[in-house]
């Protein structure tokens, strides 16, 4: 019997727990031992409720208990979390998360502690909640040069864009939709601005490249800038709007990475993914295209991911898993040739809306103030929108084209 | 360094060459170890290509060769295929294949072999060539108690039908185009009557409920019967036609699994895969719907699978793969409430194209002979299409609706 964890009991650790107790016989089974948990860590009060006799306040009792094999951390954010982590970790526990922030920002030292200690450091459902991708990519793929990961990463923001393309909603009515279904947070910065997207595009350059790619790097666009017009053309053009987290492997070795809302034609599978789901789409030299779809956050999706993550770190106890990545190259902190290049040489077809005019030559007109421009470099596309709005012209939208 | 044998040298095993040899460095590193082909079996002469000094007609060297410990069978069918991988599980070697007929009939007995012998038999590319699938299903739904599997699982009949319903093309001119393509072979039964994806569906259902499912137990209807009166109907439905391989876990743990052409709604994903690509939903408990997407044949990525496995295999040496499932429950064989369960009482809507009358009662009317019916038991069904042919009504063509 192995015995695990729980670090915070809010939506996902208690999925955690619902899985662990619901699916407790299938779970034994292909673990080869039973699960069980032994500790809730979580600071509110449980009396009453079944949980009670596990829930405890002091991490001290789960670090130094020899009892436990496995802590499950769902607590979030990078500071209880991080602290949390390292002395699990430390104590020879593997440790699974859920946590983007945690392993975007501090995976690669965590990575090198739990190899340290010969223990696991898994964290599938940080990108995708519940769709099965970091592990796919890693192992069914590993014939493969990853040449682009491309995704629909954040949930609520494929919630707003997907009413306002579908039922022509404004973008704070959508907003407001998803707040009051509980998709989005009463601070809805995190999604709506990219955020949580560039943390889990940076998880999966990480792991798709092989080296460390720290967040702060990839240049990161929201979706406050989408307007019903903008939706309104990306019809006419036989595309969805999507906010799509992206790196792709350049012929230099180093890559570019970026999150940024994009024109997305409708004969790709990722613009028919639609409301609060999720799909990544990895482009490998022998495979071509592979996407993997589902819901991208949730209680039970991501407990499903977790859960999977500690069947492993169990049937792994003697082996480690091979999953890390080489720190950020020196270069990257002294702006030399950084490994995460300028998007100015990136080639591709952006959409503009605005006072043009005849700046692109050749291009899809959309409507009388919008067109689609040829692929061109973006160094040279931005350079022209910054001459027209030097000269007066006013551009009201600047999107890329998948 | 790892040797390996390739068992035939058609499009798969020339494509696994390939990736071992394009990608050598990367799946060295991967693997913890080089990965070289040591022989290819092949009857036909390869004096004055690079393989010559390497291509062999005898099995028993590649059978008593120490230094092979792993095995590539790419020939297909369940002749030589059968025996060369029984005699190679003997000698203690791996097998990995992208055989889906071996497996799909032989698949029990082969994993109980490499289990005595505590070898491997690994086999992700014969469901969904590229498509990380099977791995994915049983580790990272693990937590998960499967529920359903629902896939497009054979590309040139998805070919065919998308070319009927996108560019009104008639069934016999678009498999002409799938032949000339080679995406068809110039007897296409096995691909257009079903039984590729009858196959392929056996080995799902084989993993997604542990049990093993005899192809001849699944209910098979190919596409011959789609027409163009169709593909318009579908359309107007707001649905495409999908050839879909289906199994689905009853409440009594029996299963329902058949293959049949569907209507599906424009707003599943399994509808806006086109052309040869393949898909597969998997349904859980926690997770929901998940998705997996690519090419489901060709060279390549076959050949990415195939090679996945490989590494796999190499760096498991030591370590068995759990991967198996019981054998055929002994009431299959007597008719006594089969595993695989009678699909009267499967709840369905159907399509209609003929003189139902209303006969259905109240129905989605696409046109004067074409409708869909409410969702009633598949058993009810039947009888009243059976009752109106008998009553002289013509009934042209029946589908399920997803």
């Not at 899985?19 to 449980?46: M, Q, S, W």
């Not at 995460?340 to 591709?348: G, N, Q, R, S, T």
Request: aromatic letters at 6%.
């Amino acid at each position: 019997m192995v015995k695990a964890a729980i670090l915070g009991f809010g939506t996902v650790g208690s999925g955690v727990e619902e899985v662990l107790r619901t699916n407790a016989a299938l779970i034994e089974r292909r673990a080869g031992t039973a699960v069980t948990v032994k500790y809730i860590l979580d600071i509110r009060d449980f009396s009453g409720t079944p949980f009670e006799n596990v829930v405890i306040r002091d991490f001290e009792r789960i670090e130094n208990d020899p009892e436990i094999s496995v802590v499950i951390e769902t607590i979030g954010g990078a500071r209880a979390a991080y602290d949390f982590t390292r002395r699990a970790l430390a104590a020879g526990k593997s440790v699974v998360t859920s946590n983007k922030e945690l392993v975007a920002t501090h995976g690669a030292e965590l990575l090198a502690l739990a190899r340290e200690k010969n223990v696991n450091y898994l964290f599938e459902a940080s990108v995708g909640g519940g769709i099965p991708i970091l592990r796919p990519m890693l192992q069914c793929l590993t014939a493969n040069r990853i040449e682009e990961v491309t995704g629909i990463l954040n949930g609520t923001t494929n919630f707003i864009l997907t009413k306002m393309l579908e039922e022509n909603v404004s973008f704070d009515a959508a907003l407001r939709d998803a707040q009051t279904r509980g998709y989005a947070e009463r601070d809805p910065s995190a999604d709506v601005d990219g955020l949580d997207a560039c943390r889990k595009t940076a998880i999966l350059a990480d792991l798709a490249y092989g080296r460390e790619v720290c967040p702060d790097a990839i240049e990161t666009e929201g979706i406050r800038g989408v307007t019903l017009e903008d939706a309104e053309n990306a019809s006419r053009a036989g595309c969805a709007i999507k906010l799509l987290g992206r790196s792709i492997l350049r012929e230099d070795g180093r890559i570019w990475a970026f999150v940024a809302p994009h024109f997305v034609p409708k004969t790709e599978m990722l613009a028919n993914v639609t409301g609060v789901f999720n799909a990544i789409r990895v482009t490998g030299d022998a495979v071509g295209d592979v996407l993997f779809y589902g819901q991208g956050a949730g209680k039970l999706p991501t407990a499903s991911a977790v859960v999977a993550d500690v069947v492993d770190a169990v049937k792994h106890r003697e082996v480690r898993r091979v999953l890390s990545w080489e720190p950020a190259p020196v270069s990257d902190t002294q702006d030399a040739a950084p490994y995460v290049a300028d998007l100015a040489d990136m080639p591709c077809a952006f959409y503009v809306r605005g006072e043009a005019g005849d700046a692109f030559g050749r291009c899809e007109r959309l409507s009388a103030d919008a067109l689609i421009t040829q692929v061109m470099p973006t160094g040279e596309f931005r350079e022209k929108i910054a001459a027209l709005r030097a000269s007066g012209r006013e551009i009201h939208s600047v999107f890329r084209v998948l």
